[in-house]
């Protein structure tokens, strides 16, 4: 069984700011004012594509309603990935973004125990791993920390309140790519966390990518896939929140994106980034390729 959890929130730039105080966080949810792309993918039959019964469900942040939306939306993906993944149901997160996974991480870590070694596949083409304590920004988008936060790097009270993971991720079972756009900070921080890098032309070295899997499928009980559609090359996602430079095709993200799902480890597959709620931008061919993505991903599941 798969349990599609969908977040139809849009992208809304919740960010940390530096005060006297120290960091405050800032966040409110954002409805969206186009069709989402989530009914695209149930209308195409899209959910299918496992050969599996699927339950499908809405995240809100109805459950706690006096909590600020950077507490509460996490709160709820953390409780529902819990409560599929210790129903022995797999869990995909078709939409949504990247400050979500650390709380996707966290319902793993809270179903299956924290003795449980987790393991993580970043694919993306940055590290968003800001480290507050460090950085010398003061106002840092909470887009730009999931990562170092997973790894325990940052946000330590989010990360075990609001996130639900209690012991952060040991470097060596998370494995980035491309990270093509990080910068200085970036690499400096992913090096410090120990956390492995293939870079963007790694990426495209089929053996070496099915080789770094396969080892950390080894290592780990359970896999979590983090994928960003910036991972892509920009024509293929021209509804994005801003061109990147460089990128894979499609065939190349959906054949690492196999590899992986293969490895009959991953319990969670998040596909974020494609919807930022944009008419009239490229939408038809950024949805095709959401759902080129998602099908790979889905019949590649074991």
Known sequence: MVT????????????????????????????????????EYALCGVYRQS????????????????????????????????????????????????IYAPAVLGGIQRAL????????????AHTDNFILEDTAKDSVTLVGVP???????TMERWRVEDCGLRVPCRGENVLVSDARRAGEEGIRNLKASGARWLNEEEFEDTSRWRREVQALARRVDALYVMLDADILHAS???AYFRQ???????????ENLGAVMETGKVAAFSAFCFDFDKAHSGEETTVLN?????????????
Not at 72 to 91: E, I, K, L, T
Not at 113 to 124: N, P, Q
Not at 244 to 254: C, D, I, L, M, R
Request: one cysteine or more; charged letters at 20%; aromatic letters at 10%.
């Open 4 to 39: 599609i959890l969908e977040c139809d929130y849009v992208y809304n730039a919740w960010r940390a700011e530096r005060t006297a105080q120290g960091w405050h966080l800032v966040s409110q949810e954002k409805g969206h004012q186009n069709r989402p792309f989530t009914e």
């Open 51 to 98: 050969g599996e019964p699927y339950t499908l469900e809405k995240i809100t942040r109805d459950a706690y309603p006096d909590l600020p939306a950077h507490q509460a939306v996490p709160r709820s993906f953390s409780d529902r990935v819990a409560h599929a993944v210790a129903q022995g149901n797999r869990v995909l997160t078709p939409s949504g973004y990247c």
């Open 113 to 124: 125990g924290e003795d449980k070694v987790l393991g993580v596949v970043w694919i993306d």
């Open 147 to 153: 990562l170092s936060t997973l790894l325990g790097q």
């Open 236 to 238: 293929y996602i021209p």
């Open 244 to 254: 990147e430079p460089g990128g894979h095709t499609w065939e190349k993200v959906a």
């Open 290 to 302: 959401a759902m080129r993505i998602l099908g790979a991903g889905l019949s590649a599941w074991k």
